[in-house]
């Protein structure tokens, strides 16, 4: 199972969406079909043998049909982006945000 494996590799504990400890978040997405970008992901994108290739925003899988229903659906509206981060990792030592300025959204 991956989160045994990460767990083995890092020294925070990693927990499942479904674990107890997420149950102050409450909410796990459902419904979704990603086929499509899993398709793009699987013919489209290469994975390399060391380093990793980050895309933050891929326009064929943003002009899918499920970017749209996702940006209204969970974010309301709000821009978002859909990419990716290709690589060989074994470690969960990094997290990604984005800022306004990267977004191309300014507050009002």
Not at 43 to 64: A, C, D, F, L, R
Request: net charge negative.
């Amino acid at each position: 199972m991956m989160i045994e494996r990460l767990n083995k590799v890092n020294n925070v504990k990693i927990h499942s969406v479904f674990d107890e400890a997420f149950k102050p978040y409450e909410n796990i997405v459902s419904g979704f079909d990603f086929s499509p970008w899993i398709d793009y992901m699987k013919n489209e994108t290469e994975t390399p043998e060391e380093g990793n290739i980050y895309i933050p925003s891929v326009k064929e899988m943003e002009n899918q049909p499920l970017f749209e229903k996702i940006q209204y659906t969970l974010y309301g509206g709000m821009p978002i982006q859909v990419g990716y981060c290709n690589g060989s990792n074994s470690t969960y030592n990094g997290f990604e945000y984005h800022t306004e300025k990267q977004m191309g959204y300014r507050a009002p």
